[in-house]
C-alpha cells in the first residue's frame, strides 16, 4: 500500500510519521517547497512541530502531481473549508481506485456537508471507498510517540480494516467502526464545545464548569448525531466523548486556546492574532453546526452560544448568563 498525506501541518505531519512507523510507504504534500525540501533534508517540520525528528523513510515533495500519482491511499489533511477547492485540484491526478482517508474535523459552512460527503461529491467516489481517522489525537502527542487510540470508520469494514493496518504502530492504536456519520459529527462539535471549555477557563472558573460543559457538550452533540443518523454507541467511544475529553481539556487544543483568549477579553481579532493564525475549526464550524442543528430541529444551546460570541457579537458573560437563565429541564430528554 502506498500512502500520501496531502497537507504538511501539525496533524498532517504527525499522521505521516505514524504511518511510516506502521511500515506503510508514505509521502506527504506540502503546499510549500522550502517546507518539502525541509522534511526531506532536514527531518523536520519546525513550523508545525518543533523538536520532533520525523522518519528518514518519509518523502516529502511539493508537487501535487509527483505526490498523488500512484497512490492507493490520499489522505486529506487539509482544514475542513478549504478541501473542496484543494481536492479539486488533486483529483486529475488521483488513481480511480484510491480510498480517501479525512483527517479534517468540520463541517463545510457553504454546504453543511459533512467532509467524507465534500470528498465523494468531488472526486465522486462511492461512499464505500472514502474513511474517516478521528478520535483523541492532539499532533503533538502522537508525534512524540505518546501512547493513544483512534477510530478509523469506513461503509466498507474490509477497506476500514486495511487501512488500521496502515496505521497501527506501537503508539497509535486504531479502532475500525462503520459510523462515519457519528465520527464526523462528534469530530466536528467537539472543536464547538472546546471553544466554549477555553471561554469558561478564560474567564477563570474551575472544573466543575468545565466538567459541565463537556458534559452537556456530549448531550447536544448526541442530539445532533442521531437525528443525523449515527449510532449513539459510537459518541461514547473514542471519536465521541474521548475526543471532546482531550481537546477540551489541553493546552494543546487550539480550540480551546483561542476560546481561552475571547474569555480574557480578547476580540475576535485579537484571538486570531494571538493564536498565530492557526486553525481553530470551531470558528467557522459553530456556523454550520448550528445550521445543521436547526435544519434537525435539534436544540443546542451551548452551540449557540459560541456562535453568537463568534459571529454576532455577544460577550461572554453575557453567553454565560443567557446559558443559566435558560428555562429548567430534566437532565434526559429527547
Ligand atoms: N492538529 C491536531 O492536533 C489535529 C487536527 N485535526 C484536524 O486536521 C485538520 C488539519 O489540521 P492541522 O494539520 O492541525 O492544521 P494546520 O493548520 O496545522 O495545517 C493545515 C495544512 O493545510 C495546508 N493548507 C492547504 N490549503 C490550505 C488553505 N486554503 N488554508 C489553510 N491551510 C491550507 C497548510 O499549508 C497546512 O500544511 C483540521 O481539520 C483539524 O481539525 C485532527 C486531529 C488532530
Ligand atoms: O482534534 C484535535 C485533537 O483530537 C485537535 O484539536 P485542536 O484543533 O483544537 O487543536
Excluded at 494571538?274 to 435539534?298: I, M, N, P, W, Y
Aim: proline share 4%.
Amino acid at each position: 500500500m502506498r500512502a500520501v498525506v496531502m497537507g504538511a501541518g501539525s496533524w498532517g505531519t504527525a499522521i505521516a510519521k505514524v504511518l511510516v512507523d506502521a511500515g506503510t510507504e508514505t509521502t506527504i504534500w506540502a503546499r510549500r517547497p522550502e517546507l518539502a525540501e525541509r522534511i526531506t533534508h532536514d527531518h523536520a517540520n519546525g513550523d508545525y512541530l518543533p523538536g520532533i525528528t520525523l522518519p528518514d523513510g518519509l518523502r516529502a515533495t511539493s508537487s501535487v502531481v509527483d505526490a498523488v500519482t500512484g497512490a492507493d491511499v490520499v489522505v486529506c489533511a487539509v482544514p475542513s473549508q478549504s478541501l473542496r477547492a484543494n481536492l479539486t485540484e488533486w483529483m486529475p491526478h488521483v488513481a480511480d481506485d484510491a480510498t480517501f482517508v479525512s483527517l479534517a474535523k468540520g463541517v463545510e459552512t457553504s454546504t453543511l456537508l459533512r467532509m467524507s460527503e465534500v470528498i465523494a461529491e468531488v472526486s465522486g467516489a462511492p461512499v464505500e471507498r472514502v474513511a474517516v481517522l478521528s478520535g483523541p489525537n492532539l499532533a503533538r502527542e502522537i508525534a512524540e510517540g505518546q501512547p493513544a487510540a483512534t477510530v478509523i470508520a469506513c461503509r466498507d469494514e474490509h477497506r476500514a480494516q486495511n487501512l488500521q493496518q496502515a496505521f497501527n504502530t506501537g503508539y497509535f492504536r486504531p479502532y475500525t467502526n462503520t459510523d462515519v456519520v457519528g465520527c464526523e459529527i462528534g469530530g466536528a462539535v467537539k472543536n464547538v464545545i472546546a471553544l466554549a471549555c477555553g471561554m469558561a477557563s478564560g474567564v477563570g472558573f474551575g472544573q466543575n464548569t468545565l466538567a459541565t460543559i463537556i458534559t452537556r457538550g456530549l448531550a447536544e452533540t448526541i442530539r445532533l448525531a442521531v437525528a443525523v443518523g449515527a449510532q449513539i454507541e459510537t459518541l461514547a467511544g473514542l471519536a465521541g466523548v474521548g475526543d471532546l475529553v482531550a481537546t477540551c481539556s489541553s493546552p494543546l487544543s487550539r480550540n480551546r486556546t483561542f476560546g481561552a483568549h475571547l474569555g480574557q477579553g480578547a476580540t475576535m481579532q485579537e484571538a486570531q492574532e494571538a493564536t498565530h493564525g492557526q486553525v481553530a475549526e470551531g470558528v467557522k464550524s459553530c456556523s454550520s453546526v448550528r445550521a445543521l442543528a436547526v435544519k434537525f430541529d435539534v436544540e443546542m444551546p451551548l452551540t449557540d452560544a459560541v456562535h453568537q460570541v463568534c459571529h454576532s457579537g455577544l460577550s461572554v458573560a453575557d453567553a454565560v448568563s443567557s446559558l443559566l437563565g435558560r428555562r429548567t429541564k430534566p437532565e434526559i430528554y429527547d
